[in-house]
């Protein structure tokens, strides 16, 4: 029950993919559970902290979602910078896709995303 509690977003997340190929699951829905997907994934997914440690090495320790850092005040920071930076992205998402939490936070982050998208067309579609 405990990893449950702690992965219950990606589940949100496999109901939003039933949801596009079944066909069950009217846009309006989608949005709103895609919606919710996205933020777990930026606030609650549990993934390596990736900020620069002093020995230039990149932190491994529990994060709780890509935008937040671990409990080290310093490496919040850190991270709230390098997403002003644009420069900085592609080091960000180099480190964490070297582990698999992060590899599932980024691409529920990015399919989230594009199916929020998705689903907003198709409601404005349909009410063209
Ligand atoms: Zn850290």
Known sequence: ??????????????????????????????????????????????????????????????????????????HRWQKLKWFVRKSAWGQLIKRLLSGFNGIAASFSAVGALVSAGAAVITLMVKTV
Do not use: D, H
């Open 1 to 74: 029950m405990k990893s449950l509690r702690k992965y219950w977003g990606y589940v949100v997340a496999i109901v939003v993919v039933y949801g596009w190929f079944s066909g069950s699951l009217g846009p309006n829905i989608l949005v709103v559970l895609s919606a919710i997907a996205f933020l777990y994934s930026l606030f609650q997914a549990p993934v390596w902290c990736c900020a620069e440690t002093r020995k230039e090495e990149f932190c491994r320790n529990n994060a709780s979602g890509i935008l937040m850092g671990c409990w080290i005040r310093e």
